[in-house]
């Protein structure tokens, strides 16, 4: 079986006989050796009898979600090469033999693309023509560097092998994310092919909702990409507050006749700063998570860091920026009742030191939990690869 159709269905009667013939009349044309799969996911309407006449493989999913039924159409799937697509005739399966060819060509993934071919009237609404589909993709390709110009189109071809090191989890429309960011990560040669996408044939309202799962793609790739949910926001809290801390610790500044920073200011530079520290902390869960349970295959220089770096390390910085903090802290206090107990005058100092005292402690008990996360003999990340 050189190649296997596999289409999602739930209550696609209307329209899934015609995607089956057109699969298999391609398979005919081209002379390919293929079965069509129908994954169906508890269809009411007849879709499993009209799918079993026209000669498809069945296999029911009693687990609801997109990704839940192209996962086990898969698995039950023969074909050395997969090629998928919905069942509302939106793709036209007479296309087949096009993927197939591309993946012989040596390719492991090849994406249709709407934008590059055509896009009928009343095929796709406005904001997911103009808004949902290019915002997504671009955001796609900053995380994950995967290059593509659609990558949400329903129609995709694929080899079993790069599936089968992919190891998708999504049970619901975030499948089509998690499959693209999966095969970047695997370094995976991935192309695209200009297809057509038409006017729907369901006659029925459309499973897809549009902004709940575009905000299901949102969270996945986020989840997916650390470095900008956690890492970058961290970083840029925690350079801002320590310029600010730093700039006001001599005394107040003028910005201008009518504007001056003060002592106030510099409380919101030590907030910051601690924030700033506090998401670096759950940035860095997220990646030897990450790193953990195989989400990230990337080699990249903080990997190597947690690798290295010991436990013991994380505890020394820690705890000396704590006595360092403690040390700066006790020193006003010494002053302080030196004076008698009077006014206060070292706020300034009080900040200082007791931001780092502060910073101290979150370093000491994330280098635990980051051990921890890590299941490490030594290091944050213990004996996981980097390959």
Known sequence: MEVSVVIPCLNEANSLAICVDKAAEAFRKAGLSGEVVVADNGSTDGSVQIAEEHGAHV????????????RAGIAAARGSYIVMGDADDSYDFSEVPRFVETLRKGHDVVMGNRFR????????????????????????????????????????GFTRAIYERMDLRSTGMEFASE???????????????????????????????????????????LLYAPNWLFLLPGAAFLAAGLFLVFWLLPGPRQISSRVTLDVHTMIFGMIFTLLGVQILSIGMFAKVFSYAERFDR?????????????????????VTLFLVGFAGCA????????????????VRQVLFWSMWLFIGVQITFASFFLSMLGISRGTYIGDYDLH
Request: hydrophobic share 40%; with cysteine.
């Open 117 to 156: 071919g055509e896009i009928k009237p009343r095929a796709m609404p406005w904001h997911h023509k103009y808004v949902g589909n290019p915002g997504l993709t671009a955001l796609l390709n900053l995380f994950f560097h995967a290059g593509i110009g659609d990558s949400h189109c329903g129609m995709r």
């Open 179 to 221: 499959f693209i960011i999966k095969a970047a990560q695997l370094g995976a040669s991935i192309t695209e092919i200009p297809i057509t996408l038409w006017p729907d044939k369901r006659g029925r309202p459309p499973h897809l909702q549009s902004f709940r799962d575009g905000w299901r793609h949102l969270r996945f790739m």
């Open 59 to 70: 296999v029911g999913v009693p687990q609801r979600g997109y990704g839940a039924a192209l």
């Open 298 to 318: 990337n080699t990249v220089s903080l990997k190597r860091v947690l690798k290295r770096v010991k436990l013991e390390t994380g505890l020394l910085v820690g």
């Open 331 to 346: 020193w006003v206090t010494w002053k302080w009742i030196a004076g008698g107990f009077g006014p206060l005058h070292e």
